[in-house]
Structure formats: C-alpha cells, structure tokens
C-alpha cells in the first residue's frame, strides 16, 4: 500500500507542482507560402475569455508585447517596420493612471513577410515576450519558438538585412485599424466615467469662471437687452447653441492633436512638458494684468460684420464675436481645460470644451427666459479684474507640475520636493497677501480694498493651505496632495530620518545590511525592505523574522493599485517594518545586471545573470506562481509558505489578517 502511494504521489507530483501556474495565452506557428522566394510567418495567439494581451502599440505602465527574430543568412524581413502585423486593438482609459491600453482579446494573428535568401532548409527561430492581465491580477509571457523553413534552390545567397523586429522602445504608433473604446470590466468602466464627470464638472466650473471675467460679464446685460428687443427667446437658444457648438469645434480638433498615441509622449517627454509650464506661465502673467493676450483685430471686425444679417446666421456670428471679443480673458482658463484634456484620449477634450462652453453659454439663454433676475446680478466693478489676479497665482501654481514630470523622468533635480513645496508655499501666501491688499497690479483699482465676508473667508481658507503644506518641507506625507507633489524619495531633509539616525541607528528598520539596487529600485514609501531574494532570505534567517516576498513590476498598475490603497496604510506598514524582513521582486526589469555573489543558476545550469529573469525565476519554480501582483509570506528556514499567496487584495483588514497569519504559522 505504501509502495502504491508513493508511486501515485510521484505521478502526481509534476502536476501538482504546476497547478497554480497560469498561462493564459497559447501560441502557434505556422508559415505559408506568398511567392517562389517569400513566406508569411504567421504568430498565433490563444488568449483566454476574460484576460487580455497587450498590443505592440502599448505606450502606457502595461508591458508591450515584444516579437524577435534569431539573425539567420537565409532570410530577410521584407519592410521597414519594426512591428508584426497585428488584428486591430481594442482601447480602453485607464482613469487610475490617466493611461490608455491597448490590448487584444480572443484570438489574434501576427503577420511577417520573410524573403528566403539561402538555398538551403534552415531553422527560423524568435523569442516573444509581453504581459496578459486579468481583473486584479498579470502575468508575464516569455515563449521561445522554432520552426524549419525550406530554403530557396534559386536564390542567390547574401547578407540579410534588418533581422530584428521589434526592440523594447515603443515609437510613435504607426496607422492601426482600431476598435471602439471598450472597458475591461464593469469596475473600470466605473472608474473611466467618474474620472470623465469629474473632469466635465471641474470644465463647467471653468466656464463659470469665464463668464465672471471683465470681457464677459458686462456682456451679459447688453445681449439678453438685444434679444428682448429683437430675436426674443428662440435666438437666446440659438445664441447658446452656437457658443456650445464652436467651443465643442475646438475640442475636436485638440482632440485630433491630443488623441491617441500622446497619452505616453505627454507622460514622459521633456518638450510638450516644458512648452505646457511655458503657456501656463504666460497665461498668468496676462491675467495679472502685465499685458493682454489678444486675437488680430482684423477677425474680431470680420465676424462683427456679420452680426446685422438676418435670421439664425447674424446670431452665429453674435455668439462667435463674443468668443473672439472674450478670447484675452477666457484663454487662460480654456487653455488650461485643455492642456489638461491633453493625452486624455478622443473624448476628453471634447467633453471639456463641451463642460467649459455649457457654463459659458448658461447666462445668456438662462437670462433670456427670466430677464427679471438681470437686476439681481452684481455690478461690474474691480473684483472681477482680483478674479482674474487669483487665477493667475493658481496658473501659476499649476506650471510647477508640467515643468516636475521631466524633471523627474530625466532624473535634472530641479524640482525636489521640499523646492516644489517652497514655490507653492510663496505662491499661496503672495495670494492671501493679495486678498488683504498688502500687494497691487496694474489693472487693480486705486480706491481702497473692499471688504467682505466672502474675502475673508478666502483668506482663511488660503492661509490655512498654506500652514498645511509647511511641514511638508521636512517630510510630512501631505497625503491630499501626494499626486500633485514630486514623490517622498527627491526630498533632501527629512527630520524623521534624521531623527533616526540621532538615536543612533546605522540601518533602517527591517534591514540586516545595505540592500543592493536601493539606488535604481524603490520600495514603497515608509516600508524598508530589500530587491533581491537572497539578501532578504539570509537576513530573514539571522533575524527570525519571516520573509514578506512582493512579486511586482514596474509596469503592473494593479501593483500600483495595492501600493496605494494597502502598503501605504500605517497599520500595513507597521506590521510589516515590526514583524517581517520585506522584499519587493521585480519581475519585469530587464536592465539591471546581478553581481556575482547574486547570480544563481536555473535548473538546467543556465547562469542567471540579471535580475529580473532571477525574480521570474524564483516565483515559477520556488512558488509555482507567475501572476502579479502576488504577496507570499516565507519560513525563512526551509522556504516553505506560511501565509498565501494573495494577489490583488484591496480591503486592508483581509490583508491584515494574511500578514498575522504568517507571523502566527512562523
């Protein structure tokens, strides 16, 4: 009986030990015949209902799929292009990272055209590699494929040409056929619609904004008086429509230029950054009244022409002299709704003009049909020229952010995070100084500031700011301000570190010795832990402690996800720093080279040399596991699990639990 079960238990063993091991795509080859001397090499891939493959078009955080092809005499890739031919993609916002997808579902072929070269039959191999996602969770894919081509008996042998295909950088996306934009799950379509209501209010508070200005409100009174001479309500409605129209006219075409494939240009290219800071920068100094940004005179007068014609047409051109006429003080807040549209996708800067126009319009069709109410609106006066002084210190405010993303990207060390907060703190504070009239500009009246309870309310709130960001400067999280701030890691003083360091303490919590990589490789902020398995692995033994493993990826936005709503919280990071040594594996680097004391060998007796195969490595053979995110708690000791593994778990109680669990089995 016992000889039985041991033999059923090696029988079984195999598959055991592969039994949590996804994979969601399956791949085929195949080549088929174009001409005597060129073959289609045809890239199969089976992917699994629910999951999806990245395109090679990718531009955001996920993984592109990446196809390679061995060098070989007998062959060359007929064309330029880097990329396989490929089905068409879908798309779909990612509100979280404000980062479009693309991605394939179902079933897809790659296509390349091959000119056979060599008289002989030889065999033609490639590599492919990419990421897969699923709800909460991705898996990379590493496929090595061969097949055995026959040569060409009259061709005439020479050098090939352009054998590689794809490289790991992305250029700009070449014409692809594309889908509608789909959502992957019902969670993220959520998610993708809130961000765009949210970005359509904040457009509408824009228009509002627009309409409280000097080259609009006093417009206000002198139009609805015209069509209750004239037009009557109709035209008031046409009037509206046509402001709307125009407005949504300009969001189509922002939307040509700031639509697919700018998203990623936007994110991490230094020129549209800085020119962005550049516009924001003149937009605030126009506002505080230094000088008037203003269209040719020459359309102002063209349009104003054609106002007395009768009918529909003479109130188009009505309501395009008023945008024309209201351009010097409504571009400042236009063109920061659609800066801020840029990269967003099709819709976005269409909903944003959409959202801008609406409030714009509002007044003078709402007016129309209640005339009565004119006389309760406030009389122009200077508080509508300290309007626009206070938008311009908020423009201003905004111009640090685009000149901080290729500072950070490019690694200048302009913007740290206490000079950051420093530039904002003497913003908001020359802005509460303005609201008391401690400071003038040259559109401001000479009589005496007015006072009012609305101002000083502003003040405080202000002020208040202001006091809020303070100890920013020395390290405090300003967690309601963490996505408009350069991260924790560019701050220079710390008090809490340099505190630590006081009581003399020579290594961080957690830390048995210096962890390789913490240079290059960043943990979680207020978490010290280490990026390579083996050092974490031998301090976890010296310590007693178990051993937390986070197997993650730079471009796993799930990973992003758990970071931010779990590991960030403090009663997560003080179980955590207390009670286990942390190690956070990156399983998608593939620049970082291992030094020799950290190379292992796979079990074919390969050399691992880099880091990132060593982490892929370690959790398919160690854990049989290759999704991420995926959080295993170790016995140090023999390797064995204690608690896990989990993977994209956000409610911080069950992720308590998970990491006491592990503490308890230990």
Known sequence: MKIKTFILACLLTPFMAFANYEKPVTWSYSTKSVSDSEIELILTATIEKGWHLYSQYQNGMALPLVITLEPNSNYQIV??????????????????????ERFLVGKADFKRTLRIVGNSDFELKGNIEGQACIEGRCVPLSEHFMLNVKGNPNATPQQPHGTTVTKTEIDTVPPVEKTETTTLTTTNTEKAEMSLWLFFLLAFGGGLLGILTPCVFPMIPMTISYFMKHGGKKQAIFYGFSIVFIYVLIGIVLSAIFGQGFANFISTHWLPNLLFAFIFIIFAISLFGYFEISLPSSWINKSSSNESRAGYIGTFFM?????????????????????GAAGGGFLKPIIGMLGFSLAFALPFTFFAFFPNLLNKLP???GWMNTLKVCLAFVELAFALKFISVPDQAYHWGLLDREVYLSLWIVIFSLLGFYLLGKIRFPLD???????????????????????????????????????????MSTQDFNIKEIVYDGAGHEKPVGLCDHASFSDRLQMVTGLNGYFDYDEALACAKSSGKPLFLDFTGHGCVNCRRIEQEVLSNS????????KFVVCALYIDDKIIELPEKLQIKDNKGNLISKLGIKNTYIQNTLFQENSQPCYIVVNPEDESILSGPIFYETNV??????????????
């Open 319 to 339: 309501a395009l002299t008023l945008v024309l006429v209201s351009f010097s003080c409504t571009l400042p807040i236009a063109g920061a709704v659609a800066l």
């Open 571 to 578: 009663r997560i990071q003080k179980l955590l720093n207390d």
């Open 379 to 381: 009389k122009s006066g």
């Open 79 to 100: 064309g330029t292009s880097k990329y396989f031919t490929e089905p068409k993609y879908t798309e779909h916002y990612n509100a979280d990272f404000d980062d479009t």
């Open 445 to 487: 009246d000479e009589q005496p500031v007015q006072k009012s309870w609305f101002k000083f309310f502003l003040v405080i709130a202000n002020f208040s700011f202001v006091v809020y960001m303070i100890p920013g400067l020395w390290g405090a999280p300003l967690n309601a301000l963490s996505g408009w701030l350069p991260p």
């Open 653 to 666: 109680d069950v992720f308590e639990e998970f990491l006491k669990k592990g503490v308890e089995n230990k």
